[in-house]
Every structure is written in C-alpha cells, then in structure tokens.
C-alpha cells in the first residue's frame, strides 16, 4: 500500500510553513472556508504528473507574502521521498526531486496514484469536452503512469505544427513531417490507453449492483483511433484545413468523454445536479478500484468537501465502502461532526488561517 507519511508546504499557497504526519485510512481536514484545507489537498495532487486538482498555473501557487516560490515535500511508507516545487528565479519552472535526484514530472506517476473530486467538478457533465478528457486522462495516468509523457510530447508537437502552420511561408514540409510523424505516434498511444481505461472502468460499473452511488455508462465519442498511419496521413492532408482553423482538427485532443446514468438510460448532463455528483463519485470508486486491482496499489483518494453534500445514509455507505477498501483518502469539511461517523483509523487534521492544528 502505498500512502504519504509526511507532508511539508513551504510557501505554498497560505501555508507559510506545514507539516501533516497522516496513518493509513482517513485524513480529515476541517477549518472554516479559505483557511487552506483545499490548498493542503492541492499540494498532494501536485506530487503526480499534471497541473494539481485546481489546473492553475504554478505562478500563482507561491505564497504571494513569501520570498517567492514554494516547495512541497512528501515521505512515503518504504522511505522513498518525492517533491515538486519551483524557485523564485523561476517561478513557471516545475523542480522535481525523487529520493533526492532530479527527475521528471511524468516520473511520479511511478510512485503514487492521486484521483480527486473537487466542488469545481461538480458542472463536469454540462461544461466544454476539454474538461472532461482531462478527468479522463487523470483515470488513465492512475492506470498507466506512461500516460503522461505520451501526452506531454503529443502537446509538444501540436503547439510546433500550430505555430509552423501559422506561418506558411516559412514553413518545413520535413519538419512538418516530422511533427506530424510524432503526433501521430504519441496520440494513437494517448487514445488506446483511454480507450483501455473506458472499457474497462465501463464493465466494472455497469456489473456494480444498484446503491446508494449511480452507476455510469461510459463511451469516447468525437475523434476515435484507426491508427498511427491514419492519423499521421490525415494531419497531412489536413494541413490548409488546420492553418485556417489555427489548430489541429484531428486527433485525441478533438476525443470527448459521454456519460449516461445507467438506471434511468439518461445522459449525465440531463439528470440533476445530485444525480450528476453521484454519477462522478461512483466512477472515482469504481475507478479505484480498477486502479488497485491493476497496480498492486490503491490510489489516494482526495474528497474536497464530498461530505456535506450528502445525507446521512449516503454520507455512512461512503465511509463505510471507503473503510472497506482500504487505502488512504484525504477529505474536507467545515465542521468535525461531518466526519462523526467515520471509521477508524482516521487522522484528524485542523486548518485555521493557513496553520495546521494536529
């Protein structure tokens, strides 16, 4: 099992200085609203490939009084240490240390798996497809930690053909091969791994009984894989087509996630706005699950307030399936007795004003 023993902010957000021992099981976190308890859940999600559970940029998470920069430091149960950070010489450049060599962002994936439900998630089903592939993408990385660089290098060479496009005149028809060559290489990698992720996160919720959490249905629409072949040949012939556009027009990035609520055969987006919080909490559990069965490693689980929006009976079935389970999971409240019927063993954690209160 894999979960963080210690964790230490420095300038991070409003946490001049932090330091969280958590156990196995629960973490609670209680404070009134902007003390910092999201922050304190941010932090962790930042020790996995990505931008962290709220996507901003890494300028805005130093301490605005602090000297600039910040540092996040976490122990694991074996003894390795990982952490992520930036200096104030460089406030957009992500550091990385892993047992204390410099490593990638991509290369934590190899260490911890993080899934996160946020209250900005709650309008997931109703908002844009970008938000949804990168819910999509956050399941697959906690799968296929590989996710990341394929994605990173993917990114990397769309921007390049963008900008080589927006300048026709100038532009390399080898380099622009070649560009196209790796877009098509990472991207059929990109969707054969959600597609993975989606048929079998799919059967594990549709064979779920009935419960207290709403089962999802599961389906990639938009742009779908043939191959790397056909990808690489369509980007070509779509070159006049994509410098019209000012972007690629084919490929993973042009894929959506759809989601139905299987006991009502209704599209996520249709049903209400409890229904669709049920959906996603059902497809995280299911998830970690899958990711436990396939890493030999429950993930962390981090729950940003999930406790108060739901009722009892389904605020009790949630901790007790998450007890049952195992693992360490983060969770968020304004007031401790959210958290009174909360199985041992549980950690309890109060935030006030960015200080940390064991």
Partial sequence: MVILTRLTLTNFRNHSQALIAPGAGFVVLTGENGAGKTNVLEAVSLLTPGRGLRGSALGEMARSEG?????????????????????????????VRINGAVA?????????????????????????ASARRRFLDRLVLAREPGHAGHANRYEAAMRARNKLLAEPEGA????????????????????????????????????????????????????LPVSGGAL???????????????????????TDLAVIHLD????????????????????VLAHADLVAEDRGQRPILLLDEVAAHLDPARRAALFARLATAGGQVWMTGTEPELFGALPEPATHVRVTDGHILA
């Fill in 67 to 95: 000297p600039g920069g910040f540092g996040i430091a976490a122990d694991l149960v074996g003894g390795a240490t990982i952490g992520t950070g930036t200096l104030a010489a460089a406030p957009e450049r992500r550091q």
């Fill in 232 to 254: 690489k040949a369509e980007l070509r012939a779509g070159r006049g087509r994509d410098a019209a556009a000012g972007r690629a027009l084919a490929g993973p990035h042009r």
């Fill in 172 to 223: 390399d028809s080898a380099w622009l091969t070649a560009l196209e060559a790796g877009m098509a290489e990472h991207g059929i990698a990109i969707a054969e791994a959600r597609a993975r992720t989606v048929k079998r996160l799919a059967v594990r919720l549709a064979d779920q009984p009935v419960g207290p959490f709403a089962r999802a249905g599961l389906v990639l629409e938009g742009w």
């Fill in 264 to 283: 009502k055969a209704q599209l996520a987006a249709r049903c209400s706005t409890g229904e669709q919080k049920a959906l996603l909490l059902g497809i």
């Fill in 104 to 128: 990638s962002a991509a290369a934590l994936g190899e260490w911890l798996a993080v899934l996160w439900l946020t209250p900005q998630m709650d309008r997931l089903f109703a908002e844009g």
